[in-house]
C-alpha cells in the first residue's frame, strides 16, 4: 500500500491509528485524506469523468454539474439491511432490525477485509452543522467511493476546518463505509461499484460511548452518505435522548407575513413527501415569503436565552428527490441545481443537459434514461419519454422515481440569512403529515403537547421510492417521519418528546398541526393543490400562533372553519374545502383504532399520557 504523505496531517494520534489499523485490514491502494477544497472535488469529478462512470454535463447550460447513473439495484436506502446495534435488544425496539453489537462487528470486519483492494482509501473529516457551533458534531468517514467525496463535500461541511478540530481533540463519531466491490489486479472497474443485496449492512452502533457507523455495499444516498441519517438521525437522536435535545426528520423554513412578522416552521414529513417543496416554496398568496433554513433534518435544542426551542440544520446541501421539481412546483430548487451539483439517476440530453418527469418542460425528443437506454418523447404526451424511436408505446419512468440532485444550500435563492446562526432559529411551529389519501383532513391542531405528541406518533404515509421496498404505495405508520430514522427504542422517543415539552415553558413551546397535502378524490386526483398554495395553509397556522385564527374545535383537534382558509385566486372551490376539513368520524375511529394497534408491539413502553389522549380522542368521536 501507498501511504501518502497527507496522513501526516493528522496529528490527533488516535484518529491516526484508527485510519492505519482499518487500512490494513481494508488494503487499499492508497489513502488520501480530503481537504474539502474545490480543487480536489473537481479532480475528483475529472477522473471519474476520465474513466467514464459520470458524465460532465454542458458547461454553458448547467456549469460545474455532473450526471451519474448508479447501479439498477443500488437506487435508495435500504431499510430491510439497516441495523441499530446496543448491547440491549429492547433498546433499539420493535421497529428497529437489530443484532448484538459484537456479532455484528465480527460479520462486518470480515466483510471488509481486502474490501478497497485495487482502489483509493479516502479519509473524509466532516461537521455536521456549522464549524465550531456548540451544537455542531463533528464525525470521519473512511470510504472507498469518489461519489460519496463529492457529495459529502456538498452536504457536509468537510475537509481541513473539521479535520483541525478533530487534531485538537474534539469529539468525532467514527464511520466506516466501502462500497464492497475490491479489484483484482488488471480487473477493470465497474461505473458504479456495490455489493448485491445480502450483503448490503447500514449500521448503526449506539451504545453510549461506542457511537459508530458501519457502512457496506452500497453507494447511494442515505446507506452512504454517512453525516446524513446514519449519523443526523440515527445515532443523533440516541445521542439526543441522553443529552436532552432531539435530532427530527424536519425541514426548517422562515415564514414573512405581508404585515412583515416572521414564524420559524419545522415540518416531519416522511421521505419523498414534500419537505424540500414546503422549505423552498413560492407562496401563492400575495405578500407572504418563505425562506429555507433546511430540508430534510433539524436539531432541536430548549434555549436558555429566549427561554423556547430552537433548531439548526445541520447539513450544508440538498440532497432532494428531482422528480416533481418544476418552474411551477419548486423553481427555488431548480435554481439551487442549476450550477455545482451531482445529478444521480436522471435523464441525460442530447445537447448535455438534465430532464425529468414533470419537470414543467416538455420531454426532450432524445434522451439516455436512468439505466443508460436510450428514450424518446411520447407522441400520446409531451411530457412522457417511451422506449420507442417512433414515440409509440408505454409511458416508462426515463428518470428513477428516487433520482437526486446533491445541490449547496447556499445556491438556494431563498436561503434564509439566519440558516447558519450557531444558535439555531426560535420554533413557533412544527408540523407532521405524510401521504394519506383519504381521512385526513388538510390542517388540524393540537390542543396542547401531549396531543402534538400523539399527532406525530400517530403519523403514517403512503411508502414512497425513497425505499426499496415492496410495500412502495402502502399506507404504514411512520411516528414523526422517524420510523426508518429513529436510533433507539420508538415508545422511548415518544417519552423524550414529552419530556423536551417540559423544558420549555407552555407557552413558550411551539404549537403543533398535522397536514395533509395528499387527500385524493374518487377519480384518484388530489384534492388539494399542493406547493405554493399550501402558504394558504400556512397563513392559518400563523393566525393559530397569534389567537386570531377563526376555529372549531373538533374530537381530533382544533381545526379551521369552513371559510377560514383564504382561497383568494385558488382553484380550490368552497366545497372541496369543506371537504377537506369536514372530521370523518367513522374514517377517524378506524384511524385511532389502527394507531392503538401499532403500540402493541411496544407492549407497556408507551407512555401514560399519550394512551390517554388516544382514549380521550376515542370518546370524544364516540359521543
Ligand atoms: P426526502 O428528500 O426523501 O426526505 O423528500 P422530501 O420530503 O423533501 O420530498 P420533496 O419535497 O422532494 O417531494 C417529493 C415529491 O412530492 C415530489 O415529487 C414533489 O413534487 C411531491 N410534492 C411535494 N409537495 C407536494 C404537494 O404539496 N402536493 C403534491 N401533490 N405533491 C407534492
Ligand atoms: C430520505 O429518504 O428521507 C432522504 C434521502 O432524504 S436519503 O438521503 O437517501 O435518506
Ligand atoms: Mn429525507
Known amino acids: 500500500m501507498s501511504c501518502c504523505c497527507c496522513l501526516d496531517k493528522i496529528t490527533n494520534p488516535e484518529l491516526k491509528a484508527w485510519v492505519k489499523e482499518f487500512a490494513d485490514h481494508a488494503t487499499p491502494d492508497k489513502i488520501v485524506v480530503c481537504n474539502g477544497s474545490q480543487e480536489e472535488y473537481d479532480a475528483l469529478a475529472a477522473a471519474e ?109 468537510m475537509g481541513d476546518a473539521a479535520l483541525d478540530l478533530i487534531n485538537k481533540g474534539a469529539e468525532y463519531v467514527k464511520c466506516y463505509h466501502s462500497v464492497g466491490a475490491p479489484l483484482e489486479p488488471g480487473q477493470e472497474d465497474v461505473a458504479w461499484p456495490c455489493a448485491p443485496m445480502e450483503k448490503k449492512y447500514i449500521t448503526q452502533f449506539t451504545d453510549p460511548g461506542e457511537e459508530a457507523i458501519w457502512s457496506f455495499g452500497s453507494g447511494y444516498g442515505g446507506n452512504a452518505l454517512l453525516g446524513k441519517k446514519c449519523f443526523a438521525l440515527r445515532i443523533a437522536s440516541a445521542l439526543a435522548k441522553k443529552e436532552g435535545w432531539m435530532a427530527e426528520h424536519m425541514l426548517i423554513l422562515k415564514l414573512t407575513s405581508p404585515e412583515n412578522k416572521s414564524y420559524f416552521v419545522t415540518a416531519a414529513f416522511p421521505s419523498a413527501c414534500g419537505k424540500t417543496n414546503l422549505a423552498m416554496m413560492l407562496p401563492t398568496l400575495p405578500g407572504w415569503k418563505v425562506e429555507t433554513c433546511g430540508d430534510d433534518i433539524a436539531w432541536i435544542h430548549a434555549d436558555k436565552n429566549t427561554g423556547k426551542l430552537h433548531a439548526i440544520n445541520p447539513e450544508n446541501g440538498f440532497f432532494g428527490v428531482a422528480p416533481g421539481t418544476s418552474k411551477v412546483s419548486n423553481p427555488n430548487a431548480l435554481e439551487a441545481c442549476r450550477a455545482n451539483t451531482i445529478f444521480t439517476n436522471v435523464v441525460l440530453t442530447d445537447d448535455g443537459d438534465i430532464w425529468w418527469e414533470d419537470m414543467g418542460v416538455p420531454a426532450p425528443a432524445h434522451g439516455i434514461d436512468w439505466k443508460g437506454n436510450d428514450c424518446y418523447a411520447s407522441k400520446e404526451k409531451p411530457n412522457k419519454m417511451v422506449a420507442n424511436a417512433d414515440g409509440t408505446g408505454e409511458f416508462i419512468k426515463a428518470a428513477h422515481p428516487n433520482s437526486r440532485f446533491t445541490a449547496p444550500a447556499e445556491q438556494c435563492p431563498v436561503i434564509a440569512k439566519e440558516w447558519e446562526d450557531p444558535a439555531g432559529v426560535p420554533v413557533d411551529a412544527i408540523l407532521f403529515g405524510g401521504r394519506r389519501p383519504s381521512t385526513i383532513p388538510l390542517v388540524n391542531m393540537a390542543t396542547d403537547w401531549a396531543h402534538g405528541v400523539y399527532m406525530g406518533s400517530a403519523a403514517g404515509s403512503e411508502v414512497t421510492a425513497a425505499v426499496i421496498s415492496d410495500q412502495i404505495g402502502q399506507v404504514r405508520r411512520d411516528p414523526m417521519a422517524m420510523l426508518p430514522f429513529c436510533g433507539y427504542n420508538m415508545a422511548d422517543y415518544f417519552g423524550h ?127
Open 497 to 623: 418528546w414529552l419530556a423536551m415539552g417540559e423544558k420549555v415553558a407552555a407557552d413558550k413551546l411551539p404549537k403543533v398541526f398535522f397536514v395533509n397535502w395528499f387527500r385524493k378524490d374518487a377519480d384518484g386526483n388530489f384534492m388539494w393543490p399542493g406547493f405554493g398554495d399550501n402558504s394558504r395553509v400556512l397563513k392559518w397556522v400563523c393566525e393559530a400562533i397569534e389567537g386570531k385564527a377563526s376555529t372549531k374545535v373538533t374530537p381530533i383537534g382544533i381545526m379551521p372553519t369552513d371559510d377560514a382558509i383564504d382561497l383568494a385566486g385558488c382553484e380550490t372551490t368552497p366545497e372541496t374545502l369543506k371537504e377537506l376539513l369536514t372530521v370523518d368520524v367513522e374514517g377517524w375511529k378506524k384511524e385511532v383504532a389502527g394507531v392503538k394497534e401499532s403500540w402493541e408491539k411496544f407492549g407497556d413502553r408507551i407512555p401514560a399520557a399519550l394512551t390517554a389522549k388516544l382514549a380521550e380522542i376515542t370518546e370524544a368521536l364516540n359521543k
Open 49 to 157: 469523468v476520465a474513466r467514464g462512470a459520470w458524465i460532465k454535463l454542458n458547461e454553458e447550460k448547467r456549469p460545474g454539474c455532473y450526471l451519474v447513473r448508479s447501479h439498477e439495484s443500488d437506487v435508495a436506502r435500504v431499510e430491510g439491511r439497516t441495523y441499530i446495534c446496543c448491547k440491549n435488544k429492547d433498546d433499539a425496539g420493535p421497529t428497529n432490525n437489530w443484532m448484538d453489537p459484537t456479532e455484528m462487528k465480527k460479520i462486518m470486519w470480515e466483510l471488509y477485509k481486502g474490501c478497497m483492494k485495487g482502489r483509493t482509501l479516502y479519509v473524509i473529516p466532516y461537521s455536521m452543522g456549522p464549524i465550531g457551533s456548540p451544537l455542531s458534531k463533528l464525525g470521519v468517514e473512511l470510504t472507498d467511493s469518489a461519489y460519496v467525496v463529492c457529495n459529502m463535500r456538498i452536504m457536509t461541511r
